[in-house]
């Protein structure tokens, strides 16, 4: 198992840009972020591996949100821009070595942090 802490969310309005973080307590083949709002499913996001930062998204977040790292602090970034209020959820990193985007419970998941969009 791999411990993850996240930071970052808060609220914003509709257009604003907010940035989450994710700390992992030891290196894994990939990382990445899924979303869940309240009464829908879980929402894969996007994903890095961590060896050759290749990287993946949602088609709903491609062009807006961006994911990156940091090796040597074995975080990872998401960076969200153009954020509108359908991007309100809750925000999971996870880490593992299944790295599809889709949410895996094999990998191992954070607490999560709220992000709210308001109109």
């Known amino acids: 198992q791999v411990q993850l802490v996240e930071s970052g969310g808060g609220s914003v309005q509709a257009g604003g840009s907010l940035r989450l973080s994710c700390a992992a307590s030891r290196y894994t083949y990939c990382m990445g972020w899924f979303r869940q709002a309240p009464g829908k499913e879980r929402e894969g996001v996007t994903r890095?591996?961590?060896?050759?930062?290749?990287?993946a998204y949602a088609d709903s977040v491609k062009g807006r949100f961006t994911i990156s790292q940091d090796n040597a602090k074995k975080t990872v970034y998401l960076q969200m821009n153009s954020l509108k209020p359908e991007d309100t959820a809750m925000y999971y990193c996870?880490?593992?070595?299944?790295?599809?985007?889709?949410?895996?419970?094999?990998?191992?998941w954070g607490q999560g942090t709220q992000v709210t969009v308001s109109s």
């Open positions: 890095i591996l961590t060896g050759s930062g290749s990287t």
């Open positions: 996870w880490a593992g070595r299944y790295c599809g985007i889709a949410p895996d419970e094999r990998n191992s």
